[in-house]
């Protein structure tokens, strides 16, 4: 974790630094202006049949922050249909890494284009009942030298996500459909999206990624982490129930450790409304008749 109080006098100057720690409600950040969705993302399609016979399919891509979208998968007389049963994610940070696995439910349709031997075919992604998120049904963690897995390493992904969950629904109230340079790096044309903690983090981290204003003496803080959470913000901005676990830090701490994690959660619903039908498809190991 960074040294905050440090970066805090460099940002504010001491006498700043004591102003800090109390905040008013008029502190609260201005909500940014919205941005156009990425045309160009990139979504792979894999496709493979087992000697069973059974055909399962991967969906990746960089707009699903590492996450793979795994299922089975059927011909139609159109194409293929796509069983959304589970979604693995992988995030590997400084101090460790967490390996988890999302029960999932949701239907695809993949349709293929006209093609030729001169031209290659085009593949049509078409979201018939968008994947919805159901628990983590199972995890790894490291942390420094410690390792989690089995019943431990899922209650403590478990709890994370359940925070993350809670904060994602809280930032899309306060931020609407916003997409950012890190969820989509493709991005080329038109206003370039905010990047997602530069833009986030001062509203729900204004101790640590500085307040929009000066802030005014009023309110109380609570020190956790070497950080003096304003639980006056906290009781201004957000729902009992996400206050605690900001006032103690876990909140910052989930959002140093995970920030893929959070803006996987933000985007999904906006994702397969509106940037999975555009995307840039490839389909690979289409199985022969």
């Known amino acids: 974790m960074m040294n905050t109080k440090k970066s805090l006098s460099r940002r504010f100057g001491l006498a700043g630094l004591a102003v800090w720690v109390l905040v008013s409600c ?33 969906l990746t891509g960089p707009p699903l922050e590492g996450a793979t979208l795994t299922g089975p998968a059927a011909r139609t007389d159109t194409g293929w249909t796509l069983t959304a049963t589970g979604l693995d994610w992988f995030n590997n940070w400084t101090d460790g890494w967490t390996r988890a696995r999302f029960t999932l439910d949701g239907e695809l349709e993949l349709t293929p284009g006209p093609g030729s031997p001169a031209v290659p075919r085009t593949w049509r992604l078409t979201v018939r009942r968008p994947p919805v998120i159901d628990v983590p049904d199972q ?11 089995g019943d431990r390493a899922l209650t403590l992904f478990t709890d994370r996500w359940n925070r993350i969950e809670a904060a994602a629904a809280e930032l899309n109230k306060h931020f609407g459909a916003l997409w950012f340079a890190r969820t989509l790096p493709t991005f080329s044309w038109g206003p370039k999206p905010p990047n997602f903690q530069e833009t986030v983090g001062p509203w729900l981290f204004p101790e640590v990624y500085g307040y929009p204003t000066p802030p005014v003496p009023g309110h109380a803080v609570h020190w956790a982490g070497d950080i003096p959470w304003d639980t006056g913000y906290s009781a201004a901005v957000f729902p009992e129930t996400l206050r605690p676990v900001r006032d103690s830090g876990t909140l910052f701490q989930d959002f140093e450790e995970t920030p ?24 690979k190991g289409i199985p022969h008749e």
């Open 26 to 58: 008029s502190s609260i950040p201005a909500v940014p202006s919205g941005t156009v969705p990425d045309p160009q993302g990139q979504l792979t399609v894999a496709l493979q049949t087992d000697t069973q016979g059974q055909t399962r399919f991967q």
């Open 139 to 149: 995890a790894k963690v490291r942390f420094y030298d410690q390792y989690f897995w």
């Open 260 to 283: 893929g994690l959070w803006r996987l959660a933000y985007v999904w619903n906006g994702f397969w409304a509106i940037q999975a039908p555009a995307a840039h498809l490839t389909v």
